[in-house]
């Protein structure tokens, strides 16, 4: 007696699976993650193919489906984590380690021209490039490869806290001016580069840490 073929998923049922299952840690930018979801989409693929009878149009159609849906998938996945940019509209990279020769005076005044060009996308991340790039020179924030703008933006926080609020913001525009279907707008590129020039001539406020350093150098005394 020949098995009965298990029932075809529901296309909402799969894109809810994709849903949840990018939700799950694995999801962020680190090396093996393209590799991880490409093999988890296939592995998907496959089961339902296994479940798929030949015969049945219906079932045939609903495979197509929800291979248009895995393709998407990947396709979003990609540009999220910027191997995939929106449009050629960005001129400049979106990587905060990009170009490590340009100092921070550099890239401000890279980002004023873009901004005056009326390039509000290079402007707004070369704006962020400019301020991450200036804290890595006074040795206030360690940029690592695959940084995100949100991940820069808390760090900064430490040492800049009453402007926590304006730098997740500045990260936010960032994202909008890298990833998004839409383009940053002059205030957003204006209002990041303002930021930028601020924190340049401002001085951090290492109060944190300093009084996280204190109970350890007293523990050394007493020992």
């Known amino acids: 007696?020949?098995?009965?073929?298990?029932?075809?998923?529901?296309?909402?049922?799969?894109?809810?699976?994709?849903?949840?299952?990018?939700?799950k840690s694995?999801?962020?930018?680190?090396?093996?993650?393209?590799?991880?979801?490409?093999?988890?989409?296939?592995?998907?693929?496959?089961?339902?193919l296994d479940g798929i009878d030949g015969s049945s149009t219906a079932q045939a159609g609903i495979a197509v489906v929800l291979a248009l849906v895995l393709a998407a998938a990947v396709?979003?996945?990609?540009?999220?984590?910027?191997?995939?940019?929106?449009?050629?509209?960005?001129?400049?990279?979106?990587?905060?380690?990009?170009?490590?020769?340009?100092?921070a005076?550099?890239?401000?005044?890279?980002?004023?021209?873009?901004?005056?060009?009326?390039?509000t996308d290079d402007a707004t991340v070369l704006a962020l490039r400019a301020l991450v790039r200036d804290l890595e020179e006074r040795t206030?924030?360690?940029?690592?490869?695959?940084?995100?703008?949100?991940?820069?933006?808390?760090?900064?926080?430490?040492?800049?806290?009453?402007?926590?609020g304006r730098l997740l913001r500045g990260a936010d525009a960032f994202d909008t001016a890298a990833y998004s279907h839409r383009p940053a707008t002059a205030k957003q590129a204006d209002d990041l580069l303002r930021l930028a020039e601020y924190i340049a001539e401002s001085a951090p406020d290492l109060s944190g840490t300093e009084q996280a350093e204190a109970p350890a150098a007293g523990t050394g005394a007493g020992a």
């Open 105 to 119: 005076a550099q890239l401000r005044r890279a980002a004023r021209e873009a901004s005056a060009a009326g390039r």
């Open 26 to 48: 694995e999801y962020d930018d680190s090396p093996g993650f393209i590799q991880w979801l490409l093999s988890t989409l296939e592995r998907w693929l496959l089961e339902v």
């Open 1 to 23: 007696m020949i098995p009965a073929a298990p029932p075809p998923q529901d296309p909402d049922e799969a894109r809810a699976r994709i849903l949840e299952e990018l939700a």
């Open 75 to 103: 396709f979003l996945v990609l540009r999220r984590t910027g191997l995939i940019r929106r449009s050629h509209a960005l001129t400049v990279a979106a990587q905060l380690d990009a170009d490590t020769v340009l100092g």
């Open 140 to 164: 206030l924030l360690e940029v690592t490869a695959g940084m995100t703008a949100h991940e820069a933006a808390q760090r900064a926080g430490a040492s800049f806290p009453e402007l926590r």
